[in-house]
């Protein structure tokens, strides 16, 4: 066999990756930008005009819960790491007639799934795993998993984070597995595993993935993954009534779980808790979950302040980035009627999708017989919503759509404005004095090396002059509108047409600018 030498390049990398973090949680390089501004909302009324519309949201809810023959329903509106409204319709219990509370508490069922890949990441974080590890090296039993080719990749946790294992959609059969035992799981891996994919290649939503989950939780942490998320996450976050097994729950608050079936409802067996629970056995409430909500909203926007959560901030935030593909649809419609292009993947346990306003919502559903949930986080708006309901896969998902469009709407919410950075607004100033005439401009020392070679000086000088001529008087320059520190355009406004000036700046610093783009706009 050859022996193939690394680059020392590669070298590097490599043993960067493998270093372990400082027992404060930082990278081993905490060096940062003091004159960075974080992104920040600008209206001062934001939350009354949410608080207002909240008799609208109210209603929506109420409307969905008697549409679809739901016996009890809880719900919150979460803003800016708080739980500023919740309520609760219906009965937990519906022979005793217990009605549901904000505190009731309800199996979640697939909601559960991000809790699990954050203990994973917490994991990460603390240098027991990487994510690009192979599953057989925490659980040995995988050693024997037959692949569908002979160049598949070695399944990873990442892929098991991801739904990208290779293994088989199996929402009707997982849920059944919920109870099974530790010894269920590795018999089950032991006698063999049908894969629909090889890994890597394809989304495929994957119950038994998340069970291996909990599986490595428990393996690494040397404890059982229900305590170890209890301990490190739960706990933290003040979710001291949260639950994996439901025989713990105290009567009153338990939510018994339904179908619709024959114009009544028929009580669904409760399920005891095992080794899939990694993957959709949490219960708890409205006014617990709120807390975890927030730990995902107060993960933005990237801030240099204390970070003080059972999870780093910036892992929050990577569990809430697209890292596999799902789908696309072209012709999603708001339940308001509105058509959308709507664009979604996958993180960590977790759902992303864009629309075509550019919204970014993160979340999940949830759904066992008897019980079905269901939660969005917008982190550009701050704002997030959730739902439960205790009837058979009614996740309240399309409420949802309905709750936080017209909360946008209503409360006339914009996402946070970035500030502008001060290369930024010191390039612009120094621009805008160039501007039409180009005086030498060669020697200004802020465009970058490759700014002239690119296009000259005398054909950059024409096309602006023919520009400022369309536009006539110049009236004002307007404000500039940052994309992001080094990127953003601003309005010179003449008598007779605008201009939109773009640019952008190098990676050196100091910046300087590489592209600069004009475009007449018409008044």
Known sequence: MKKFLLPLCLLLVITAYGQKPSASGKSPSS??????????????DRLRKIVAAIPTIEKLYREFATTNHVPG???????????????????TDVAKQTPVTPRSLFR????????????????????????????????????QLQYLSNDAP??????????????????????????????????????????????????????????????????????????????????PLGMNDTQWEYTKVPAGQLAHGYRWGDNQWKEEPLLHDGSYGAM??????????????????????????????????SSVREMQQPWVFSSLNSQFKYPGGRTCAMVSGYGYGLRWSRDCQGRVYVGHTGGLPGFGSQWWVLPEYGIGVVTYNNLTYTSGSSVNWAVVDTLIALAGLKPRQLPVSPI????????????PDWPNAERSNIFAENFFPDESVDL???????????????????????????????????????????????????ALIQQLDFREVSR
Do not use: C
């Open 31 to 44: 060096v940062y930008n003091p004159a960075y501004q974080p992104p920040a909302f600008t209206d001062p």
């Open 73 to 91: 329903m809880a719900f919150g509106i979460v803003v800016d790491g708080k739980l500023i409204h919740a309520n609760g319709f219906g009965y």
């Open 108 to 143: 979640i069922a697939s909601m559960t799934k991000s809790l699990t890949t954050m203990a994973i990441l917490k994991l990460r974080d603390a240098g027991k795993l990487r994510l690009d590890d192979p599953v057989q090296q925490y659980i040995p039993a995988m050693k």
């Open 154 to 235: 070695l399944i990873t946790i990442r892929h098991l984070m991801t739904h990208s294992a290779g293994f088989p959609e199996d929402n009707p059969w997982g849920d059944r597995q919920l109870a099974d035992s530790d010894d269920d799981l590795i018999n089950l891996i032991k006698g063999g595993i049908s894969n629909s994919n090889v890994p890597g290649v394809a989304y495929e939503y994957s119950n038994l993935g998340f069970a291996m989950l909990g599986a490595i939780i428990s393996n690494v942490s040397g404890k059982p993954y229900q305590q170890y998320i209890t301990e490190t996450i739960l706990k």
């Open 280 to 313: 959709g056995g949490l219960i708890t409430s409205i006014a617990d979950f709120s807390n975890y909500m927030a730990l995902h909203l107060m993960a933005w926007p990237p801030r240099s302040d204390a970070d003080n959560g059972p999870v780093k901030r």
């Open 424 to 435: 930024l607004a010191q390039r612009k100033a120094e621009l805008v004095q160039l501007l």
């Open 460 to 510: 950059r000088r024409k096309e602006v002059q023919a520009l400022y001529t369309k536009a006539g008087r110049i009236i004002r320059v307007g404000e500039l509108i940052p994309e992001n520190q080094l990127r953003g355009h601003f309005l010179i406004e003449g008598e007779k047409a605008n201009i939109d000036v773009f640019f952008t700046l190098t990676p050196e610093t100091p």
